[in-house]
């Protein structure tokens, strides 16, 4: 399984992003997909997952400004990220529970892709 993450840059504060992940090499159906990101100095948090009967979650930090959601093509996944805030700098992850639920951990990850948001 691989995925592949797209669409970061840098945006002032209060501009928008929006963030694709192509999945490719699925053996095994995944039933939840989620973004993560790494700020410099800190560790990997989540930011969204969804789950395969349309259910989302999100980090209370990005509530309000981000929405995840799937592709019309089954292998694809997006992130749009609205009123973008300097905290939200980081290396964006998009993840998959290949062969399970969201009960299970992530186990497939991407690359990551930048985003860079200035005062």
């Known amino acids: 399984v691989q995925l592949a993450e797209s669409g970061g840059g840098s945006v002032q504060a209060g501009g928008s992003l929006r963030l694709s992940c192509v999945a490719s090499?699925?053996?095994?159906?995944?039933?939840?997909k989620g973004w993560f990101r790494q700020a410099p100095g800190k560790e990997r948090e989540e930011v969204a997952r969804?789950?395969?009967?349309?259910?989302?979650t999100y980090a209370d930090s990005v509530k309000g400004r981000f929405i995840i959601s799937k592709g019309n093509a089954k292998n694809t996944l997006y992130l749009q990220m609205n009123n973008l805030q300097p905290e939200d700098t980081a290396v964006y992850y998009c993840?998959?529970?290949?062969?399970?639920?969201?009960?299970?951990?992530?186990?497939?990850w991407g690359q990551g892709t930048q985003g860079t948001v200035s005062s």
């Open positions: 993840a998959a529970v290949v062969g399970g639920y969201c009960d299970r951990p992530f186990n497939s």
């Open positions: 090499g699925y053996t095994y159906s995944s039933y939840c």
């Open positions: 969804i789950e395969t009967d349309g259910d989302t």
